[in-house]
């Protein structure tokens, strides 16, 4: 399977600042890009969907402008939380899939919380 | 009704069991079943992959699919300590079937004694 990054893997903000979460696919070209938010003893919700060169497709109930989404290649898509909120502190992570076949492989994670 | 439905669990059971997991679902579509396991702080990790009806065997893991009940299941024989994690069932249509979007179940929190 494919080999995913994220980065950083944790990170700690104040209030109002903007974090941005690179996802980095190291062996795998990835033309789809998902990212998921977890809440606690939670499953995975899907936030957006993002292909190579295009914009994201956001799920229902997740602000665009909130939630920065780049997929400028092959193997790197970045996510940006702008002004963050302590709501926002949550698990954040990304998936890759390629042009052929439907399985996705997930990135570590990263941790964000927001004071 | 959801469209997929796992139970939470949590299961725990000794170390050398026989594990069976399960998840059933409603959207006919469904063709491509995954199973994932996620330690805590993790991310997922895929553990098996099935595409439509039938058996898929890799070590100690056995999933299967039947789309006529709508229900996948995946065994783990010999469980050992470090099976322990959360088990995620996942399924989507596929890109040629109109959604390349995974649906999850809650998760199995799984917990082997030793």
């Known amino acids: 399977g494919a080999v995913v990054s994220q980065h950083p893997s944790r990170v700690i903000c104040k209030s109002g600042t903007s974090v941005k979460i690179e996802c980095r696919s190291l062996?795998?070209?990835?033309?789809?890009m998902f990212w998921y938010r977890q809440f606690p003893k939670q499953s995975l919700m899907l936030m957006a969907t993002?292909?190579?060169?295009?914009?994201?497709?956001?799920e229902q109930g997740v602000e665009k402008d909130k939630f920065l989404i780049n997929h400028a290649s092959l193997t790197l898509s970045t996510l940006t939380v702008t002004s963050a909120h302590p709501e926002d502190s949550s698990f954040y992570i990304c998936?890759?899939?390629?042009?052929?076949?439907?399985?996705?492989?997930f990135g570590p994670g990263t941790r964000l919380l927001v004071l | 009704q959801k469209e997929v439905e796992q139970d939470p669990g949590p299961l725990s059971v000794p170390e050398g069991a026989i594990v069976s997991l399960n998840c059933t679902y409603s959207n006919s579509a469904f063709q491509y079943f995954m199973w994932y396991r996620q330690y805590s702080r993790k991310g997922p990790e895929l553990l098996m992959y099935t595409y439509s009806s039938g058996n898929k065997e890799d070590g100690r893991f056995t999933a299967q699919v039947d789309k006529s009940s709508k229900y996948i299941s995946l065994f783990i024989r010999d469980s050992q300590p470090s099976d322990s994690a959360t088990y995620l069932c996942?399924?989507?249509?596929?890109?040629?079937?109109?959604?390349?979007?995974?649906?999850f179940g809650k998760g199995t929190k799984l917990t082997v004694n030793p």
């Open positions: 062996d795998f070209q990835a033309t789809t």
């Open positions: 998936s890759v899939k390629g042009s052929l076949g439907e399985t996705q492989y």
């Open positions: 996942a399924m989507s249509a596929g890109s040629q079937g109109g959604s390349e979007k995974l649906v």
């Open positions: 993002s292909n190579e060169g295009s914009k994201a497709t956001y």
